[in-house]
């Protein structure tokens, strides 16, 4: 009877870490250096007014992610698969957008790892960018590499939150300011364009699937996991959402003082007024932290939507995840900044985001996929919401693929 209880004990432990690790998997994805840079000069810009933005790409963000994390979980599908089913077709086409939109991303994730190096240690960035992305392959060199995944995230996700709120209480913003305004912002048209760019930047592409890919894997699938699969989702976005707070509010103290922020790096600049020297190191370590949990979660997704491609990819997708991730190291260290690919990822995730979510909020409704399961009208009135949103910043964002071949 004891050893029956401590297989389940031991079950029960490695179904948490897995819980944990989807969720932390999740929010480091959506908050990679990208985000920080974005948040930075947006902040800069719009002021408290920010706030605003912060709220509503957060609401957005909980309609996509609590769509996608229950259909997938109920359904043990992954998104690709579940696209297949809808439109036979469809999910490799789905899966190539993601692929190419993640290696884009991961050059840049790449860099950004490499950048907070340099913070730190003033060292070369191009041997900062080598450095960076072996350690990335390491982690997928372990024969269970899962679990490690899943307590390096949860680890450097608490870093980010630990410094970030230090930062933001050390330079005391003006919180009564942005709390007012984030409810009544001024002129909130205005707001509509850093809603959509961020929104893109934290729940596009792989992010929307990184969480609920990592369950599969787990197999904490079916119905009768829900109640622990909405868990895991909701703390994800908790996560990201605190993260995203205090990282607003560590810059608006800035700002509020008529600091300038230095553009080739505005969170930087942002940190190392606030708090100094340190504080400038410490940004360093943000930086380092969010890009390469970013650089896990991007290959470690990204592979997972492109091994449906063929059998091959799937029994070998340890080597296509190290190949990924040496891919994007490699062109980092040779180009250097690659601005247009990164302006190009940017729109692949502001393109296939409505495309994912409709996909998802279709399977809801089908039995073949989720079988007994009843989707919450409310949740599914909410998707078709962000779909709206999003098509509209997927059609802005052809604007920008435009002008890269125009």
Known sequence: MSSKQDIKKGKNSKNMTALLGAAFIMATSAIGPGFLTQTATFTETYKANFGFVVLMTTILFIGAQLNVWRVIGVSGLRGQDIANKILPGLGYFIAILVGLGGLAFNIGNVGGAAL???VMFNIDVTFATVVCGILGIVIFLFKDSGPIIDKFTRILAIVVIVIVGYVAVINKPPVGDAIYRTFVPENPTSLFFPIITLLGGSVGGYITFAGGHRLIDANIVGEENLKDITKSSLLGISVATAVRILL????????????????????????????????????????????????????????????TLHPFIQKHEKSFIIGFIATSTLIMALIGKPATLLVLAGSLNGLILPITLGVILIASKKKEIVGEYKHPKWLFIFGIIVVAITAIGGIISLQDIAKLFG
């Open 248 to 307: 607003f509010l560590a810059i608006l103290a800035v700002v509020y003082q008529g600091v300038e922020l230095d553009p080739s790096n505005p969170a930087a600049s942002a940190f190392k007024y606030g708090a100094g020297e340190l504080g400038y190191k410490f940004f360093g370590l943000v930086l380092w932290s969010a890009a390469i949990t970013s650089v896990v979660g991007a290959a470690y997704t990204s592979v997972s939507f492109l091994k």
């Open 116 to 118: 907070g190096l340099n």
